[in-house]
């Protein structure tokens, strides 16, 4: 049966990791001593869940957790450092940590070293996340121990519930572009000064004319979408904000 330690310190253990050509230990107390950390670990680099929902989820809302008074957020998965080091690069995950526990030893410590050997893992961390003060644990969220990989409850976003229940959550911006177009330009300058993050979609890279007049009715670029409304070209992005 998991246990929750609530309360208790978290493992003293030294990572394994590798920083361009060399290796760096990394150990427990550099990781947490006089800092606010949220941990999160989960089964394994480039399986399905951890890449499009666990790992983007932390990532993506790394800012409104620094805003609240996080230092730092880690990513834990029993790989080894170089898996963990291709998967942050895959993944675009600036602002998380990824930390390899590549020998097991920080999750057997944390008592979250489970058997996924009918899976070909052999041993592997469950899936959960806390809040780590100080390299004391405050809080834990442990998925439940039932058949398959339930991801219910370690998500970014019941973390964030927690340290802050009225904390602002990020808007979720897309933008259709095409090089060399000065409108295009002109509203990704305007959301960088507002500072919000975007996901660019290039036509003739990442969509075709035809994908633009499916979602948008129109055939001009930039195409602005935020929380899933279409908000318009440059002008209308402009009139959005009140510019």
């Known amino acids: ?125 469950w899936r959960y996340s806390m809040l780590v003060k100080d390299g004391v644990i405050e809080k834990m969220f442990i998925e439940p121990e039932e058949p398959g990989d339930p991801f219910k409850v370690s998500d970014a976003e019941t973390m964030l519930n927690y340290i802050n229940p009225q904390a602002r959550k990020p808007s979720c911006v897309s933008l259709l572009t095409k090089p060399g177009c000065p409108y295009c330009a002109k509203a990704k300058a305007l959301l960088t000064e507002k500072e919000i993050t975007y996901e660019e979609i290039v036509l003739g890279q990442d969509a075709t004319i035809r994908s633009l007049r499916a979602m948008t009715g129109a055939t001009t670029v930039p195409q602005v979408f935020i929380d899933g409304k279409l908000i318009g070209g440059s002008e209308a992005l402009a009139s959005y904000f009140g510019d």
């Not at 609530?6 to 990791?17: D, I, S």
């Not at 230990?25 to 670990?41: H, P």
């Not at 030893?105 to 052999?122: A, H, I």
Request: net charge negative; with cysteine; proline share 5%.
């Open 1 to 125: 049966m998991l246990v929750n330690r609530e309360g208790q310190r978290v493992p003293q253990v030294t990572f394994r990791t590798r920083q361009g050509d060399q290796w760096q230990d990394v150990t427990t107390d550099e990781l947490f001593a006089g800092k606010t950390v949220i941990v999160f670990a989960l089964p394994g680099a480039f399986t399905p869940t951890c890449s499009s929902t666990h790992l983007p989820g932390y990532n993506e809302l790394a800012p409104v957790f620094h805003k609240n008074g996080v230092d730092d957020i880690v990513c834990l998965s029993v790989n080894d450092t170089f898996v963990m080091n291709e998967w942050g690069k895959s993944q675009e995950a600036d602002h998380v940590r990824l930390i390899p526990d590549g020998n097991g030893e920080f999750s057997e410590g944390m008592g979250m070293l489970v058997d996924k050997e009918d899976l070909g893992f052999g041993k592997r961390s």
